[in-house]
């Protein structure tokens, strides 16, 4: 098989919303580098079953209900 057929697969950092960090194997990034997690599985209502609170990025959440605010 050809050695450039694989991406370079390198131990980085995950940290966990709660500041909880840990090792693991990714083709994200370069080696050595931190992932910061803004949703995981502790705060995300899908696993812990609470009520979801939008993240509104860039006002995205805001224009759309201010475009669609009369609609109905």
Known sequence: MK???HPDYHFITVVMTDGT???TR???GKEGDRMVLDIDPK???AWTG???K???RG???SR???KFKGFV
């Open 3 to 5: 050695k450039e057929g």
């Open 21 to 23: 960090e840990y090792q």
């Open 26 to 28: 990714s083709t994200w």
């Open 43 to 45: 705060v995300h209502p």
């Open 50 to 52: 609470g009520e979801g």
């Open 54 to 56: 939008s993240l509104d």
């Open 59 to 61: 006002g995205r959440v």
């Open 64 to 66: 759309f209900k201010d």
